[in-house]
């Protein structure tokens, strides 16, 4: 069995964590890129979105993750008993997430759905794969924006494409491997071939925004249907 080696450093992230909205039951807040959702084994991983709002809000637990690249909307408990209700709404798929994103090329059609097995590897890590074997089940659909060329500062076109993105389950790195499987890596990224197309190497971030979050609120009953935009 091979033994998962975590060398990971992330640079410090000076960004600001936008409170959105808050009550004495939940926070919504806006992820910076570049700042992990949960600290890390590591001591020099301490900073994350979880680390400084304990210190705002005492107790606090996250009810999801986003990737360490990723952008936008997450939804905070205050208590456990609200975080044992919003669990629940996560791991039954009562709640809808939507990502905004830039693709590498022109996709070919203007919306469809990628329905590929995610599996963790060891040897492999940190890096997930698309596995029919051992693979966990994993759906994610699309829907093209706009089809666009970039000018570079030496003159070339790079083609992206902005979509939508909804993930109907929550596998590790679900959207980044998706895309790539489309043969439309997510501009920016280093692990899926993000970083690969001639002028994208210098892209600064991963560029995948957490855009929308619908779910129930756990107290009131009422559906919060947060939306973000992206700045990309």
């Known amino acids: 069995m091979s033994t998962i080696i975590d060398t990971f450093i992330a640079p410090p992230c000076h960004d600001k964590v936008e409170i959105l909205y808050q009550d004495e039951h939940l926070v919504l807040i806006n992820k910076p890129s570049g700042l992990l959702s ?37 939804v905070i408990a205050r208590n456990k008993a609200i975080n044992a209700a919003l669990c629940q709404q996560f791991s039954q798929r009562a709640v809808t997430k939507v990502y905004s994103a830039l693709l590498c090329g022109h996709l070919d059609n203007n919306e469809g759905v990628i329905d590929a097995p995610i599996a963790k590897d060891p040897a492999l890590f940190p890096l997930m794969s698309i596995c029919a074997i051992n693979g966990k089940p994993a759906r994610s659909g699309y829907r093209v924006i706009e089809r666009f060329y970039h000018e570079l ?33 997510i501009l920016g990224c280093d692990l899926y071939g993000g970083l690969l197309l001639p002028g994208t190497e210098q892209t600064p971030r991963l560029m995948l925004h957490a855009s929308e ?16 935009e992206s700045l990309f």
């Open 38 to 74: 949960l600290s890390g084994k590591n001591p020099q991983n301490l900073d994350s979105v979880h680390h400084r709002l304990v210190k705002t809000f005492p107790g606090c637990t996250l009810v999801h993750r986003l990737d360490f690249g990723t952008s936008g909307l997450m």
């Open 213 to 228: 979050l619908h779910f129930v609120h756990p107290a009131s009953g009422e559906w919060i249907r947060a939306r973000n």
């Open 153 to 185: 500062e030496n003159g070339t076109l790079l083609p992206l494409t902005r979509v939508e993105l909804t993930p109907e389950t929550g596998r590790t790195h679900q959207l980044r491997i998706h895309c790539q499987q489309l043969g439309n890596p």
